[in-house]
């Protein structure tokens, strides 16, 4: 048998402040009602439950409420002195209690109204996030159009951050190339800027300075290899470039590590003009961009390896060649082998 949990029973624990009120004000009004001749009757007070019950959010209360009340009422007819005559007695019995079911049926409908209230902000807070989950969906398969294309590495990169900013509303976006050998990061001077006379300063500070591990926004990614945010800028102490980010009106600040494999290869930054608070879906969304953007730098790379193959090849074709034409010529085959031998070491 299954064990009754909290919303199986008649009343939740929540209730029992509301209950004990409730039972408090039943017990004042019927002993005042009692010292109350029967033809004055003050049981349209015990509309109070009912409102308690109101309170509660609870139907269940309302209606036990009322049901109290109307038994309290009719109790009081009996515990009350005679002064009137019955007919007027009853009446107001009766009119008492009417109005205390009145106030329940008010009531019933107020909390009726407010759980569909909440049960419609539930479907649209649902239907938000499915669109906010597809409105992402989309834009990576756009990048991901983007990052498998032809387009050089530097189109891709700008593409990218121009859709990252339409779709989140931030007004700057720039990227640093890494130097693994040094371990420095270095701007590469792609920006995207909503507004490039008002963030002239900032750019050209930027683009001045390096970032090592640790150090600022870039170097915190460049030392995690993970998504960092900067929440408030002005309360952060390790932003170099704080005192021109918070003249240029930026408040926060965003970016992830571009990857090939566990290698850096890029630092993506993006800054706010409002304040931001972490976002689980973004990071997740930024994460996945990391590995993502860095297949252009992997295809370029590859690109520069296969062409310096052709070339090699293409040169030890040739001195082949000519190697064959001093053969036929001499007659020197140990020789020839030799100087073949050569060439491919």
Request: proline share 3%; net charge negative; glycine share 6%.
């Amino acid at each position: 048998m299954d064990k009754l949990s909290p919303n199986n029973l008649f009343f939740s624990k929540s209730s029992v402040s509301y209950i004990i009120a409730m039972v408090v004000c039943a017990l004042v009004i019927s002993f005042t009602d009692s010292l109350l001749p029967q033809g004055v009757s003050i049981g349209e007070a015990y509309a109070i439950l009912v409102l308690i019950g109101l309170m509660a959010k609870d139907n269940k209360m309302v209606i036990a409420g009322a049901v109290v009340g109307t038994i309290l009422t009719l109790e009081g007819f009996y515990i009350s002195e005679e002064g009137a005559a019955l007919w007027i007695v009853w009446t107001n019995r009766l009119l008492s209690i009417s109005i205390i079911w009145v106030v329940a049926i008010f009531a019933i409908a107020q909390i009726r109204f407010h759980e569909d209230q909440k049960e419609s902000e539930k479907m649209k807070r649902a239907y938000e996030l499915l669109q906010q989950e597809m409105t992402y969906s989309k834009l990576l398969k756009e990048i991901a159009i983007l990052s498998n294309s032809s387009d050089s590495v530097e189109e891709v990169l700008k593409q990218s951050m121009q859709k990252i900013c339409i779709f989140t509303g931030w007004p700057v976006a720039h990227i640093y190339i890494s130097h693994t050998s040094e371990d420095l990061l270095n701007s590469s001077k792609l920006w995207i800027l909503d507004d490039w006379n008002v963030f002239k300063e900032f750019k050209e500070a930027t683009e001045a300075t390096d970032f090592r591990p640790g150090v600022g926004l870039p170097g915190r990614v460049l030392s995690s290899k993970k998504v960092s945010l900067i929440k408030n800028l002005s309360k952060d102490s390790n932003f170099p470039r704080a005192r021109i980010a918070l003249g240029n009106g930026l408040k926060s600040g965003f970016a992830f590590p571009i990857l090939i494999g566990r290698r850096i290869i890029a630092v993506m930054e993006f800054y706010s003009k409002e304040l931001l608070e972490e976002d689980t879906k973004l990071i997740e969304f930024a994460e996945t961009l990391s590995f993502l953007l860095g297949r252009p730098f992997e295809r370029d790379h590859a690109g520069l390896r296969k062409e310096e193959y052709e070339d090699h090849l293409r040169r030890l074709y040739s001195r082949m060649k000519a190697v064959r034409d001093e053969e036929n010529s001499q007659g020197g085959p140990q020789q020839t082998a030799e100087n073949i031998h050569e060439e491919l070491r």
